[in-house]
Every structure is written in C-alpha cells, then in structure tokens.
C-alpha cells in the first residue's frame, strides 16, 4: 500500500503557482496552520520539559484538518454537524474556533482543562457546544459512536451531518466495518463523512505489512459509498475534495468517504521519541512555498508571523503554569450527570 | 396478569408515546419478530439493526449524544462481551468530559440460565457489568418491577443496563400494573402479536398505562424473616421466597431482599436487615469468583463484622466455562432451591 500521491518533494523552485482560493481565505488558512502546528509543536517541547506526562497529536494534517474544520457547521444540536474525531484533530478543532490555550491546558492536566478538567491526554477534547464528543483512546470506537448521530441527523433533516475520522491502522478494527455497513443499508443511507487520514503506520507497524487491500477506499467502494482517495498535504486538492464530499452529503444525506494520506512528522507520539521526521513531507512548507511563489505573504512576513505566535505560546504555556491541579475529592464527580462527590 | 415480557412492551410503549422515546432497535427487534422474547412487538419506534453488537452499542451511544433516548438490545447477554469497550466508554464519557456530557440511553439483554440455553444462552452479565463505572443497572424480578424499573431507565440522564432474566420473561406477575386490563386474554389480544402473517397487524395498547417507576437504588423486602437475610436479584428471587416459605416449617424465618438495583444498590436495606437478622447470603447465579456478590461480602465484613453471629456467605454459579446443556449439569452449574434450603439451613443453624 505505497502511497502514490503523496508528493515527493517539497517543490523549492516553485514558478507559476495558481491558487483557486481567495487571497484572504488562504491567509486565514496559513494562519490556523501555523497556530495548529506551533501549538503541538509547543506542547512537544512541555512533554520535554516534563510539563505534561504525554503527548500525541497531528502535526502533518495541517493540510487537511483545516480545511476541514473551516468548512464544518459548528454549533449545538442537529442543525449542526456532530464530530466523532480521533486524537490527531487539533486543527479541526482550533479552525473551529478553539482556544489553544485549552489545549496546552489539557497537555498540563489542570483543572483549568475545558475538555476533561484534567483528566485525559492533550488532544483528548470534548467540546459540547460544538457537538464534539469527547475523544478518547479506544482506536475506531468512534466509527461506532459516528453511526448514532447518523441516524439523528438523517431523521432530522436539514444540512446538519456526521464526520468521523481515524487513522489508516484503526481500519483493520470491526467499527470500521460497522461504519461502513450501517451508513451504508438500503433506503437508510445516513449523512455521514467518513475520514480516514493515512500516514501509512500504526505506531510502528507499517500498513504494508499488514493490508492487502489497495486503497482503504476501495472498502467503502464496495457499499457503494462514495469514496476518493486525497492528497491530504495539498491545501487545495484536500479543500475541494471536502467541499465536495460536504455538499454531497449535506444535500443527498448519503454517506461519502475520504481516504486522505497525510503526513506523521513528528512520530507517533512521545512514547517514540517525538522527534520531527525529516523524511515526512511537511505540508506547511510546501504550503508556504507556494503562498511565497504567488506573492499571497512573502517570508519575512511569514516569519514574522512564527515569532508572534510562538511568544504568544510562550505566554499561554506560563500562563497555564500558575493555574491549579484537580482536587483530589473530585474523583468521583461527574461519574454520573450532575452529580459531585462520592455517590455510593 | 401481565407476564414480564409483556410488561416491559408496556413500559416501552409508554416510553416512546410519553417519555420521548426514539429508538427502540437491535437484531429482530423490529417487525415482524419484536425480539426472540417478544419483549417488542407493536411498538412504533423499533427497528431491526444489522448482527452487530458494537455497530447496535455504538448507535446507542451516538444517538443518546444528541439527545434521542434510545433503548438497545442486545439478544442474549451471552453476545454483548464483544462490546465491552463500547460499554466503557458509555459509561465513562461524562466523567471524562468533566460533565459536560451524557448519554440517556437504555440498553437491555436477556441473562442468566433457565431455559436450558446451554453455553450460549446461559451467561450472567452482573459480575461484568458491575465492573463498568457510570451505568445504572437494574434487574426485576417480577413484571411490575419490570415495568417501573424500565420507566425510571427511560427518564434517567445516564446510561442505563436493563437486565432481563430470561428465566422469568414468560411468568406471569401477582400484582396489576397501573393501567393493564385485569382479564389476561384481553391483554393478549390487545398487545401480543398473532401468529402468521402479521404485517396488518397494529397493537391496541391499554389506555390507562402510567409513570408507575421503581426507584432506581431502591430494594424491596419480599419477604420480612427474623434469623436469615438473603440477598438476591432476578431469576434467584423467586426461588429465595419459597426457600422462605417451606423453611417457615422448620421455624426458621427467613428476610429476603429483591436488590432490584444492582448499581448503585440500596445498601441502607441491606444492611439495616443483616444488622436485624446477623446472618446473611448472597445469592445470584453469575460465576462465584470475582462475583458482584463478592464485593458484598466484603463490605459486609468491613463494616458490620461485628454485627454478625455466621460467617457471610455467597451462593453463587459454579466457576465453569459455561452451563452444560443436559439438566444434571444445569443444576449443578447455577443455584437451585434445594441449594438455597441447604445454605439458609446450614447459616441459621450455625453456632454464633
Ligand atoms: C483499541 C486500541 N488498540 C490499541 C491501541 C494502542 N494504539 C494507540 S494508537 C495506535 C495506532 C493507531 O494507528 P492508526 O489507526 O493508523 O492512527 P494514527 O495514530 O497513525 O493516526 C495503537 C495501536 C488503542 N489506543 N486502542
């Protein structure tokens, strides 16, 4: 399972770049890449500096979670779209209009933590308001969870749908199937964008070993879903593929899948090192490559750009350094809803 | 009288036309069957899902976060271990939000031995479930716990087990439920779906059903005794009672607690009993090692030790890998009557 539309370099002497974007849309769009890429980046260098325990997260995705996310119809209830993601979805979250400093909250586990009060792992959000439920660890339970919200917003009508993703390795996991199966049954398709972002490994196994199947998409072709596999590190293929998927399944109420292959740039997650990976295509460079080539920001500015934003995480990481830990005597709070202290 | 599986079609019809109910779904749940113990025949809401246990937990779970009470099944609990992840995260989703979030939804299956179900359709849940933070999970005994115990899991903002002893489904109560017909065939003709071709077939359901509700976390004394408790849920209650009734002969004078609620339990009763009576047994028939039987125990010794004249005991299935089918090995495998009169006897009789 090589992949073929990864790019294979980063395309330095870039002449003739066309963007069918707006100027300011693809400003905006390097702007979230940047406060996506600098937060983990930052939350990197805490788990380094022993102030958070663990770290995981998406750096390589820039490319296609933003755009994803700017593209969502973020709010509370069925009118809007419901969100079962995985643990690599910061830039949804943050082109959606998330704070990073919730995140790098998350990373040092106060109770300041808007997503879990400091219980779970950075990138384990959850955010209600949003219809962003609660990520957790378990691979694939979410392409379980995703099936329920389907069949509410098929009911419910209107524009609203269901997005789920996961990694390429979760795949291989019966909620996969299930996913597939059940948006998929006769005269009760559901309204659902099945994501799967590729970057060819599970922690350290790669998908060659272990999948025969082409393309993960060929799967869902089989449902007669919908299916296309994406570069995910082009901003713009990975923009009008979701465009497309969104509008598809906003007005037909079918489900559509994207297989998008994307980038691991800084490995897994702390457990292996989380070093940057200089042999993994980086999309924010070859983003920044074309957005200099078409004179939409020059690199002074760009740079310019990095530094605010890093003094800004400096601030936010200090900031978060003064606020307190969970109580101990809130263990058992929220076991059931509304409820505080110990309950039996 | 209404038997138990016609209690719960009740209750689950007064949940979909007054409880909001939305989705009452699982393998042949639907139409034409309405579950392999007609546990949902005629209902409006309910739905036929593919064979998928984590697809039908998962679907809960989604469905219940945006607000559609659902009520799911499982066919026989004997399949549910496949879910168990999903079961997890049902329950733990609201802590891990910090409150943020919950899940009203409902999930029932069928458990426990008495039909000769053999290895596949035998299994207890309890022990297992019991292990899982964040649900509620109750077990009746009789049809209008049946039906009071579904109601308060249809009005609970949590996840909620419904177990349902399989044993019991087909018997019927002693006490009317509010709002079912007293004439039994008029009942069955009214909600039990005929044989044959049923697709012009409409329930016609009772009109003056109620909000009757069971309290979850709350016991019920079935029966009052003075030297023995037994405590006890599901298809061990009733044979609790007549252990009581034929020990009465023989002077000993047996208290039997129906738990109803497993989780969170009513420890209030339970206790203020042992503390009457100073002898106490445990009594269900899931596997006796690391049985939720066991953690009573436990908190018997830890916090009325001194309060006891016997030893506590568990009476509990045996720890084998399943029930044999042939009816010897059934009745050695899960507690019988004869078991339950031999441990009440032996614990009555011991010397303080
Ligand atoms: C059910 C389950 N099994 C195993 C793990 C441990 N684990 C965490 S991430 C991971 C690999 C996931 O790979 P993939 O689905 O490709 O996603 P990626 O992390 O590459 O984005 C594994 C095995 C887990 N969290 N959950």
């Known amino acids: 399972m090589k992949t073929q539309v990864k790019p294979s370099s980063g395309g330095k002497h870039l002449t003739n770049v066309k963007f069918k974007l707006a100027q300011e849309q693809l400003i905006k769009i390097h702007d979230l890449m940047l406060t996506t890429r600098m937060l983990e980046e930052r939350m990197i260098k805490m788990y380094k500096q022993n102030e958070g325990y663990f770290w995981l997260g998406g750096p390589g995705e820039e490319a296609f979670n933003i755009p994803l996310g700017l593209q969502g119809h973020v709010g509370e209830g069925l009118d809007y779209d419901f969100w079962h993601l995985h643990y690599r979805s910061s830039g949804i979250l943050l082109s959606m209009g998330a704070e990073q400093i919730d995140f790098i909250r998350q990373m040092k586990n106060t109770v300041t933590d808007p997503f879990s009060g400091g219980r779970n792992f950075c990138n384990h959000s959850s955010i209600r308001k949003w219809n962003v439920l609660p990520i957790t660890s378990t691979i694939e339970t979410q392409f379980a969870t995703a099936i329920g919200s389907g069949i509410a917003h098929k009911r419910h009508g209107g524009k609203g749908i269901t997005v789920v993703n996961g990694g390429d390795a979760g795949t291989a996991e019966g909620e996969f199937a299930s996913c597939l199966i059940w948006s998929s049954r006769p005269e009760q398709k559901l309204p659902m964008l099945i994501i799967v972002t590729n970057n060819e490994y599970g922690i350290s196994t790669p998908a060659s070993t272990q999948h025969g199947e082409t393309h993960i998409a060929d799967r869902a072709k089989a449902f007669n879903i919908e299916a296309k596999v994406i570069n995910g590190n082009d901003v713009e293929e990975s923009w009008f593929a979701i465009k497309e998927a969104m509008e598809y399944v906003r007005t037909e109420r079918k489900p559509y899948f994207i297989e998008s292959r994307v980038s691991r740039l800084y490995g897994h997650s702390s457990a292996s090192g989380a070093n940057f990976q200089p042999n993994e295509v980086d999309p924010v460079v070859i983003f920044e490559q074309k957005l200099e080539a078409a004179g939409v920001l020059s690199r002074k500015e760009m740079d310019e750009l990095r530094e605010k934003k890093a003094a800004d995480l400096l601030e936010m990481q200090k900031q978060v350094r003064e606020e307190p830990m969970p109580d101990p005597s809130t263990i058992y709070d929220y076991t059931y809803f509304g409820q505080k202290g110990k309950y039996w | 009288m209404a038997s138990m599986a016609q209690a719960i079609r009740m209750a689950l019809h007064y949940g979909e036309t007054k409880l909001g109910v939305t989705d009452i779904f699982g393998e042949d749940v639907g139409p034409p069957l309405g579950g392999v113990f007609t546990a949902t025949q005629g209902l409006k809401t309910t739905w036929n899902s593919p064979l998928d246990e984590r697809g039908i937990i998962g679907a809960a779970v989604g469905l219940a976060s ?106 019927r109560g002693d006490e009317l439920i509010p709002g079912e017909p007293e004439n039994e065939k008029e009942l069955r003709d009214r ?15 009772p009109e003056g059903l109620t909000d009757y509700t069971v309290e979850i976390g709350k016991g019920k004394i079935q029966r009052e005794g003075e030297h023995v408790t037994i405590v006890t849920y599901g298809r061990t209650l009733p044979l609790a009672v007549q252990a009581a009734d034929q020990l009465k002969s023989e002077n000993i004078s047996v208290e039997v607690i129906d738990m109803r609620t497993l989780w969170p339990y009513d420890w209030e009763m339970i206790s203020s009993s042992i503390r009457k009576t100073r002898r106490v047994i445990f009594l269900n028939e899931d596997t006796e090692v690391t049985n939720f039987g066991e953690h009573l125990v436990r908190r018997t010794v830890e916090e009325l030790f001194y309060d006891l004249e016997a030893r506590p005991r568990l009476l509990a299935g045996a720890f084998t890998p399943g029930i044999g089918l042939a009816d010897p090995l059934e009745m050695a495998s899960a507690p019988q009557l004869n078991h339950i009169i031999e441990m009440a006897r032996e614990v009555a009789n011991e010397r303080a």
Request: with cysteine.
């Open chain 2, 191 to 205: 909600i039990d779906a005929p044989l044959g071709d049923r697709s012009k077939w409409k329930a016609r359901w």
């Open chain 2, 66 to 171: 945006t607000g559609s009470r659902c009520v799911a099944e499982i066919q026989f609990c004997d399949y549910i271990y496949n879910t168990i992840d999903l079961l997890k995260l049902a329950g733990n989703m609201c802590w891990a939000s910090n409150g943020q979030w919950n899940f009203p939804m409902t999930v029932m299956t069928p458990v426990g031995s008495g039909i000769r179900g053999s290895i596949y359709h035998s299994h207890s849940f309890d022990a297992t479930m019991t292990h899982i933070p964040g649900w509620k999970i109750v077990m009746p005994s009789s049809p209008i716990d049946a039906y009071g115990l579904m109601i308060a899991c249809l009005k609970d903002p949590n996840p909620t087990m419904f177990l349902k002893p399989k044993a019991l489904l087909r018997v």
